[in-house]
């Protein structure tokens, strides 16, 4: 039974078959395939169909590499088929050419949206792959050009061997919970360059040798100037923009006191739950919830519904 995916990006159904594309004749193999699939991307877009349910354009394998030549990556299985994704680079878009009348490409965040979970988890999956290979194509140890491998998931160097991976940041997205008072109430901060009344939950990178708990606590404590006294994980989100893990906590905090520093916080607001409903209902006077696809949001939800620290 597959696990729950409570968050937009999570949930993707393919077998990512990591233990087969080491090899590259098996690889060569599966892009043969005639069930072999491409989705595709034009600069981090995935092309929707244009009519009807929204979903993914799939091509067949040999129509996305005359599309594509030379750029594709190798996703995993579907229900035993091979399933790819190419991704065309450059400032025309391919619907007004090769692509024309495929349908149409989208903005990541606005296809999420739009999109079945799976189709946005394989999407997102595709476009944070692409955006490592694209800034990561020089060898770190040494300088030289690296080139691909195992379909995509790794680079290798020519000249001293180096393999190197994708990388994935780790970021502490956490709804800060006060329970002094007549009744427990939760904190969201706003940045400036936010949309007018748009607020969320407070969120960081994990820095080096810290750990979870740890990176809440002094995230909370920079933004707001709180102390944390508890941590519970909720769930965790793949975030392709490029390539983050939001792992989404709901921590409690000693004090009321809360003060945005001013640099990435330009303000702060204390919700009762009645009052987290009603942002999440869209009815609140001044606050507009997080976006639908963010795990902020799933967040909020779960407190306004009981979750506790």
């Keep these: 039974m597959p696990l729950p995916a409570l968050n937009t990006f999570a949930g993707n159904p393919l077998d990512r078959a990591g233990d087969r594309r080491n090899d590259p004749d098996w690889l060569a193999g599966q892009a043969a395939d005639p069930q072999a699939l491409a989705l595709v991307l034009w600069e981090g877009r995935p092309l929707l169909e244009a009519a009807g349910e929204p979903r993914l354009v799939w091509l067949p394998m040999a129509h996305a590499r005359a599309v594509v030549p030379d750029r594709e990556l190798f996703l995993g299985l579907w229900k035993g088929a091979p399933v790819f994704a190419v991704e065309v680079e450059g400032s025309i878009d391919p619907t007004a050419g090769p692509l024309r009348g495929v349908g149409e490409f989208h903005e990541m965040r606005a296809a999420a949206a739009l999109l079945s979970g799976a189709d946005a988890a394989m999407a997102g999956a595709a476009k944070s792959l692409f955006d490592w290979r694209r800034r990561h194509g020089f060898c770190a140890a040494c300088g030289t050009m690296s080139e691909d491998a195992c379909g995509g998931w790794k680079r290798v160097c020519p000249a001293c061997s180096t393999e190197h991976f994708?990388?994935?940041?780790?970021?502490?997205?956490?709804?800060?919970?006060?329970?002094?008072?007549?009744?427990?109430?939760?904190?969201?901060?706003?940045?400036?360059?936010?949309?007018?009344?748009?607020?969320?939950?407070?969120?960081?990178?994990?820095?080096?040798?810290?750990?979870?708990?740890?990176?809440?606590?002094?995230?909370?404590?920079?933004?707001?100037?709180?102390?944390?006294?508890?941590?519970?994980?909720?769930?965790?989100?793949?975030?392709?923009?490029?390539?983050?893990?939001?792992?989404?906590?709901?921590?409690?905090?000693?004090?009321?006191?809360?003060?945005?520093?001013?640099?990435?916080?330009?303000?702060?607001?204390?919700?009762?739950?009645?009052?987290?409903?009603?942002?999440?209902?869209?009815?609140?006077?001044?606050?507009?919830?997080?976006?639908?696809?963010?795990?902020?949001?799933?967040?909020?939800?779960?407190?306004?519904?009981?979750?506790?620290?």
């Design 166 to 309: 994708p990388r994935v940041d780790p970021v502490t997205i956490m709804l800060a919970v006060y329970r002094g008072g007549d009744e427990p109430r939760c904190l969201l901060g706003r940045q400036a360059s936010w949309p007018e009344g748009r607020m969320s939950a407070l969120a960081g990178f994990l820095e080096p040798g810290e750990t979870i708990e740890e990176g809440c606590a002094r995230e909370v404590e920079e933004e707001a100037g709180l102390t944390v006294t508890a941590v519970r994980y909720h769930s965790s989100q793949p975030w392709p923009f490029p390539s983050q893990l939001m792992i989404g906590l709901v921590c409690e905090v000693d004090s009321g006191d809360a003060r945005p520093d001013q640099t990435e916080l330009e303000a702060v607001a204390w919700l009762t739950r009645a009052e987290a409903a009603e942002v999440l209902a869209g009815t609140h006077a001044t606050i507009k919830a997080p976006p639908p696809v963010a795990i902020a949001r799933t967040l909020l939800q779960a407190w306004v519904e009981g979750f506790e620290v």
